[in-house]
């Protein structure tokens, strides 16, 4: 594996690659690397010749009360797991590789940015705009993966492809989860031991919303519950039903349903979601 900290190389090693048609695919992360980031990095391996792995924590992404200062920053670790997969090249840039300059572009993000977890973390989206266009810009990637357990983030960095000039190709992977369904995520390692046991009643409440649905039972009564559920061990944020397709409401027409949930157990803030279909649509 090859580390590059500079941009500019980054940049002129993938021209160099992409020249002799070597298919090039891009997994952005910020370190703190489980087998949620592994199961990208394979799909990765599986769609392209070269995989490039970013590990950056991106400031611009963290509210002011948020953990930007305790994110796990766990580089040797990291590299240890990105050998074992037998990655390509790894990009860790520092902040001023990436944000040579303090003037700082602000994303129209329409819709997407009004809802969910926008709500919650105001200006997050626009910093996972800043972070992801810049990294586009240096890798210039013919595939890009990112995971479905950040769903809306998904859904924005589609519209900033489609805002783009160039023609990256953005896949995702489902989410991965423990044995015992709670989502993969590297701030799961914050919370305490009875934090942890309660956390996989998130998956647990949305396995049951889905049930009660595809059982007849109306949407609206079984959300309620599984909100009075989850409210007894953590601190809820949101937890709605939308279209998966552009995250609008449903009405009832819509064939695909995706349930999202943002709670907080202790000071960690987790998310999940789950997607499923209307029957017989
Ligand atoms: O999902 C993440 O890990 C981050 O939001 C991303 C996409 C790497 C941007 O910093």
Redesign the pocket.
């Known amino acids: 594996m090859i580390t590059y900290e500079s941009a500019e190389d980054l940049s002129l090693k993938i021209r160099h690659l992409q020249d002799k048609s070597l298919k090039v695919s891009f997994v952005?992360?910020?370190g703190g690397l489980h087998e949620g980031h592994l199961a990208l990095m394979k799909l990765a391996q599986q769609k392209s010749d070269v995989v490039v792995v970013?590990i950056?924590?991106?400031p611009t992404?963290f509210g002011q009360n948020e953990d930007l200062n305790k994110y796990p920053r766990t580089l040797e670790k990291d590299i240890s797991l990105l050998e074992t997969l037998d990655i390509d090249i790894l990009f860790t840039p520092s902040v001023e590789e990436i944000y040579p300059s303090n003037d700082l572009e602000s994303y129209e993000l329409g819709f997407l940015d009004t809802i969910l977890c926008a709500k919650t973390r105001p200006g997050h989206f626009n910093?996972?705009a800043q972070?992801?266009n810049r990294?586009f810009d240096i890798v210039h990637p013919d595939i890009a993966v990112?995971?479905e357990k950040?769903y809306q983030?998904l859904m924005i960095?589609n519209l900033i492809n489609k805002n783009r000039k160039d023609d990256i190709k953005v896949i995702s992977h489902e989410i991965i989860r423990e044995r015992d369904g709670l989502a993969m995520s590297?701030r799961n390692q914050y919370l305490s031991f009875d934090d942890r046991e309660n956390a996989k009643k998130i998956y647990q409440n949305l396995l049951g919303i889905k049930t009660d649905f595809l059982r007849g039972i109306d949407l609206d009564s079984s959300i309620k519950k599984a909100k009075d559920n989850l409210s007894q061990f953590s601190k809820l944020d949101y937890l709605e039903a939308r279209n998966s397709k552009d995250l609008t409401d449903i009405d009832n027409k819509t064939d695909e349903i995706i349930l999202l949930c943002a709670t907080y157990l202790g000071e960690t803030r987790l998310i999940d979601n789950l997607i499923f279909r209307r029957k017989n649509v």
């Open positions: 952005p992360t910020m970013s950056f924590v991106n992404q910093g996972v972070v992801v990294l990112f995971g950040d983030q960095i590297t």
